[in-house]
């Protein structure tokens, strides 16, 4: 802290979580080997109900290292991830580290296109790909080449008598893996990755100051920017979080993965958080309310983060059910507002509160929360996390803070805020000051107790089941189309929580608006939740002097049209 007097908002800290933390001298990879250590044959993953140990999952991390570093791997090196959440995910994640090099996630849902503009910019020359998606992959331009793709079936990680979950006869299911290895002709099987020897023990961990993940956010430029975070933010991330979960403990919390682990907030839960409490992960690939509840039922969350929408969809399937979710004591929501009637319904069934946090991936990713405790606020994003501070300031001037109570930009500090973007400092500039405030691009108040709350988004950004949309993405895809003159994004708040993708086009003349032929053109372009789900025609686009298109004039015109 920057004052020896701690901050006013700590008095309504749940008793017993400390205004700051010890913080880290040790790299990740190191605290993956300690819990390795420590948690032996207690499980670590869960995948369609097969479990792996810490001690089988050390032993895949050393042999998948050792495959990489034959495979050219070096300190420094950007190793990119395209996978769901999935035990290989887990491996592959500290196998990068472990040879101190760098983690790249990607959303494997994107298109060949979006996923291009990442590999240009951070120019890994290995990837670990799901097989689903390698053809994205190898359809790359020649001058977007790599030395090798690692592909991944994630049929290998379920166990045998799953074959029935898949809801494929044996032939069928033989049928399906052989088409999977066709697709992947060229690529390395992540099984014969993990052939050979383990990792030398005496290879030399990265430092704790390292670089350890680049992690792609959407911004407003429609060129997602590549934060970097070292050994360093992301530890001191989980031990935040280690120290707001009071009362989780070591080798008992069962965590429910559902939220992407290429997703800032899902890497730190599962992957440092999680690893470090030596608990078990539930691996989700992919959110679906049955898959849950039938897991639940042998392995009961005990930590079950996600977004509103989630949260609302698995208690009214539990109610159906008549199932009790009161296993479930730690609970945050976060990426979007969080309704009351969600809290209400949830509290109801579970065990605990269902508190509201604010993080950005910039902050690895969580820099707020309410507290598990009554003095906890619904309908507001809580107070700083240990040892992290915030101030709230004037939008046009940084340098001047605003009236407790007044609305400003939220700036936070602490361990957790990133180095800076990969390969651009001119953005790094703009929301990093030189004396270490992040910049959030967010507007809030904040009351006399330290509870802020979000008024307004500065950035303009689309939060979308979780995910942000950046609208001039969007509206770059529009643009390419032969019929579009001109397109405005922006998004439409929905009761449920979260945000719709709107789009307002001007039409080139003697066009008519065609919005499924639109959405077919953006699915080409675009992953599939950034594409409009309404598209509404406008006669003419309200600019600035400038030229510049006035969103929020436009949403103004257009919202109650949709």
């Given at each position: 802290m920057e004052n020896?007097a701690a901050?006013a908002?700590v008095?309504?800290?749940?008793p017993?979580?400390p205004?700051e ?5 040790e790299?990740?990879?190191a ?5 390795v250590?420590e948690?032996?044959d207690?499980?670590?993953?869960e995948?369609?109900?097969r479990?792996?140990s810490y001690a089988?999952?050390?032993?895949q991390?050393?042999k998948a290292?050792e495959?990489?570093?034959k495979?050219?791997?070096?300190a420094g090196?950007r ?12 491996v592959a994640f500290?196998a990068i580290?472990?040879?101190g090099a760098?983690?790249?996630e ?7 296109r979006?996923?291009r ?6 120019q890994a020359r290995?990837a ?12 790359f331009p020649?001058d977007v080449?790599?030395?090798a793709?690692?592909a991944?079936?994630?049929l290998e990680?379920?166990?045998a008598v799953?074959r029935i979950?898949l ?5 069928k299911?033989?049928?399906?893996k ?11 099987a992540?099984?014969?990755?993990l052939s050979?020897?383990?990792?030398d023990?005496r290879?030399?961990?990265?430092g ?6 680049i992690?792609?956010?959407s911004?407003t430029t429609?060129h997602p920017?590549?934060a970097?975070l070292?050994?360093?933010n ?5 031990l ?6 009071l009362g989780a403990k070591?080798?008992?919390?069962i965590?429910?993965?559902?939220l992407?682990?290429f997703h800032?907030?899902g890497?730190t839960?599962?992957?440092?958080f999680?690893?470090?409490?030596q608990g078990?992960?539930?691996l989700?690939?992919k ?5 849950i509840?039938?897991a ?8 079950y983060c996600a977004v509103p929408?989630?949260?609302?969809r698995?208690a ?7 199932m ?6 730690y609970c945050?929501?976060?990426?979007m507002?969080?309704p ?7 509290e109801s069934?579970s065990g605990?509160?269902?508190?509201e946090?604010?993080?950005?991936t910039e902050?690895?990713p969580v820099?707020l929360?309410n507290?598990?405790?009554p003095?906890?606020?619904t309908?507001t994003i809580?107070v ?6 915030m ?10 803070e605003v009236a407790?109570?007044?609305p400003?930009?939220?700036l936070i ?12 400092p001119e953005?790094?500039?703009?929301t ?7 910049r959030s691009g967010?507007v ?11 008024v307004?988004r500065?950035?303009e950004?689309?939060i ?7 609208p001039?993405e969007?509206e770059i895809?529009l643009?390419?189309h032969?019929?579009?003159?001109d397109a ?8 449920r929580g ?5 789009a ?5 003349a003697?066009a008519?608006l ?5 959405r ?9 939740y950034?594409v ?6 406008i006669?003419e686009m309200p600019?600035?002097l400038?030229g510049?298109?006035?969103?929020k ?6 919202v109650?049209?949709?």
């Amino acid at each position: 802290m920057e004052n020896s007097a701690a901050p006013a908002w700590v008095a309504n800290y749940q008793p017993g979580v400390p205004a700051e933390i010890d913080l880290p001298t040790e790299p990740l990879s190191a605290m993956f080997e300690r819990s390795v250590r420590e948690a032996g044959d207690s499980p670590a993953t869960e995948f369609f109900g097969r479990r792996t140990s810490y001690a089988d999952l050390g032993a895949q991390v050393a042999k998948a290292a050792e495959g990489l570093r034959k495979l050219g791997v070096r300190a420094g090196d950007r190793v990119a991830l395209v996978l769901p959440n999935c035990p290989q995910h887990v491996v592959a994640f500290y196998a990068i580290l472990r040879l101190g090099a760098v983690v790249v996630e990607h959303n494997p849902l994107y298109t060949s296109r979006e996923l291009r503009h990442q590999f240009e910019d951070h120019q890994a020359r290995i990837a670990i790909v799901w097989d689903k998606v390698v053809s994205s992959i190898q359809e790359f331009p020649k001058d977007v080449q790599l030395d090798a793709i690692v592909a991944v079936n994630l049929l290998e990680a379920f166990p045998a008598v799953k074959r029935i979950a898949l809801n494929l006869p044996v032939k069928k299911l033989r049928e399906t893996k052989a088409s999977l290895t066709a697709r992947t002709s060229g690529t390395v099987a992540w099984k014969d990755l993990l052939s050979g020897a383990q990792l030398d023990p005496r290879h030399p961990h990265p430092g704790v100051d390292d670089l350890a993940v680049i992690q792609y956010t959407s911004g407003t430029t429609g060129h997602p920017k590549g934060a970097m975070l070292t050994h360093f933010n992301l530890y001191s991330n989980a031990l935040q979080g280690e120290a707001w979960m009071l009362g989780a403990k070591e080798r008992e919390e069962i965590l429910y993965a559902i939220l992407p682990m290429f997703h800032a907030f899902g890497m730190t839960l599962y992957l440092t958080f999680g690893v470090k409490k030596q608990g078990l992960l539930v691996l989700f690939p992919k959110f679906d309310p049955d898959m849950i509840l039938d897991a639940w039922k042998k392995s009961p969350a005990t930590v079950y983060c996600a977004v509103p929408p989630i949260y609302e969809r698995t208690a009214l399937a539990a109610k159906e059910r008549g199932m009790s979710l009161k296993s479930a004591k730690y609970c945050i929501s976060g990426a979007m507002n969080l309704p009351d009637h969600v809290v209400e319904l949830w509290e109801s069934m579970s065990g605990g509160l269902l508190v509201e946090g604010y993080g950005m991936t910039e902050s690895s990713p969580v820099a707020l929360g309410n507290p598990f405790h009554p003095s906890r606020r619904t309908g507001t994003i809580g107070v700083p996390f240990p040892s992290t501070l915030m101030k709230v300031v004037d939008v046009e001037d940084p340098s001047v803070e605003v009236a407790q109570g007044e609305p400003g930009e939220l700036l936070i500090k602490g361990p957790q805020v990133f180095q800076g973007y990969w390969n651009n400092p001119e953005e790094t500039a703009k929301t990093k000051t030189e004396d270490g405030w992040l910049r959030s691009g967010d507007v809030v108040t904040v009351d006399e107790d330290g509870f802020a709350q979000v008024v307004d988004r500065a950035k303009e950004l689309i939060i979308t089941g979780g995910f942000n949309v950046s609208p001039t993405e969007v509206e770059i895809a529009l643009r390419q189309h032969a019929d579009v003159a001109d397109a405005a994004v922006f998004g439409k708040p929905l009761a449920r929580g979260g945000e719709m993708v709107v789009a307002a086009v001007q039409l080139e003349a003697g066009a008519g608006l065609n919005e499924d032929a639109l959405r077919a053109h953006c699915r080409e372009l675009l992953a599939a939740y950034k594409v409009p789900k309404r598209i509404v025609q406008i006669e003419e686009m309200p600019r600035s002097l400038l030229g510049k298109i006035l969103r929020k004039q436009v949403k103004d015109q257009m919202v109650d049209l949709v």
